[in-house]
């Protein structure tokens, strides 16, 4: 599996939209939150939204690949049925975590490849204030927040620079075809 992980406001979104278009093989895995669905967002594609009392018996029946509880007290996880979902199609499943998670996926699955998308902290604010899908108090607490894991970058195996939309989409690109070809050429840090 694929682990794109790194701060709120980074571009993570932004990039997987674009590599879905361009490798089909990949599919992303749908994960489950407690947060309010923001407009345009729908149940079941960009997340699965369930109430706080059903995200925790989940939890309880051992649902979760892996979950966290991200800023402002809301829960995000991955539903192990995702993976199967994804896999039994013949597709990669490509997970995006916050850095807790991915460090977990890390952990726990030998084979799992992760990705850290960064982008320097005041860009982080301005792409946040400007996408304007969260309060001023959350946007303060997902920026407090990726300070400390712009820090975290190097656990991870790959640090794709997000500056230059285009080159980032690129590189993205490369990296994943190189991992989906039967020789993968690029090197592991
Ligand atoms: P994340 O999923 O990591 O929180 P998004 O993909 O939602 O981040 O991107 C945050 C905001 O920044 C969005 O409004 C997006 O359009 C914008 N953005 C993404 N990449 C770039 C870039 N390279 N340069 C400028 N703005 C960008
Ligand atoms: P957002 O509220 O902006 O959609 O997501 C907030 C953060 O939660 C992002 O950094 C995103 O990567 C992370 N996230 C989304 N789904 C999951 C998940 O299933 N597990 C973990 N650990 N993080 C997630």
Do not use: C
């Not at 594609?45 to 979950?67: H, N």
């Not at 509880?69 to 996880?77: D, F, I, P």
């Not at 712009?150 to 285009?166: K, M, P, R, S, T």
């Amino acid at each position: 599996m694929l682990v794109v992980t790194g701060p709120s406001g980074a571009g993570k979104g932004t990039l997987i939209r674009e590599l879905l278009r361009r490798v089909p093989e990949v599919e992303v895995t749908v994960s489950a939150t407690t947060r309010e669905r923001r407009p345009g967002e729908e149940n079941g594609r960009e997340y699965w939204f369930l109430p706080r009392d059903e995200f925790q018996r989940r939890i309880d029946a051992g649902d979760f690949l892996e979950w966290v509880e991200y800023v402002s007290g809301h829960r995000y996880g991955t539903l192990r049925s995702e993976l199967g979902r994804i896999r039994d199609a013949g597709h990669l499943p490509l997970l995006e975590l916050e850095t807790e998670g991915a460090l977990r996926v890390k952990e726990d699955v030998r084979d799992a490849v992760t990705i850290f998308i960064s982008a320097p902290v005041e860009e982080l604010e301005r792409r946040l204030t400007e996408r304007a899908t969260e309060s001023a108090g959350e946007i303060g607490e997902r920026i407090e927040l990726a300070r400390r894991q712009l820090l975290q970058a190097d656990e991870f195996d790959y640090v794709i620079e997000n500056d230059d939309l285009g080159a980032a989409v690129d590189k993205l690109t490369e990296l994943v075809r190189n991992l989906l070809a039967p020789a993968a050429t690029m090197p592991r840090r």
